[in-house]
Nanobody, 123 residues
Framework: QVQLVESGGGSVQAGGSLRLSCAASGLTSQSSCMGWFRQAPGKERERVAW????????FYVDSVNGRFTISQGNAKNTVFLQMNSLKPEDTAMYYC????????????????WGQGTQVTVSS
């Protein structure tokens, strides 16, 4: 059984930083794609950062580019999200997603998901 455990969320003031962590267990090999999604109340879930582990290529949604950094941990299927210069509009539940297929997909059924960690940014 695959389990993803996230940590690192919390409450900060605008301009602050947080670092999210995600570690997966139950996978026998390194996934080809790991990423972070977020969902704010009343909004759809959006992918904010993802990493194609085969090449090390990183992708970011425009709204976080230059402020967030996704990285891969030394342990298999671990991923981090360093969030700097946080804004109130970054407030959301953040979810770690690790692909169950080859490649990166936004489809719910193509990923393993963490339970979510809340990030709240106050102005």
């Amino acid at each position: 059984q695959v389990q993803l455990v996230e940590s690192g969320g919390g409450s900060v003031q605008a301009g602050g930083s947080l670092r999210l962590s995600c570690a997966a267990s139950g996978l026998t090999s390194q996934s080809s794609c790991m990423g972070w999604f977020r969902q704010a109340p009343g909004k759809e879930r959006e992918r904010v950062a993802w990493l194609f582990t085969v090449t090390g290529t990183r992708f970011y949604v425009d709204s976080v580019n230059g402020r967030f950094t996704i990285s891969q941990g030394n342990a298999k299927n671990t991923v981090f999200l360093q969030m700097n210069s946080l804004k109130p509009e970054d407030t959301a539940m953040y979810y770690c997603a690790i692909s169950s297929l080859y490649g990166c997909s936004t489809k719910y059924e193509d990923n393993y998901w963490g339970q979510g960690t809340q990030v709240t940014v106050s102005s």
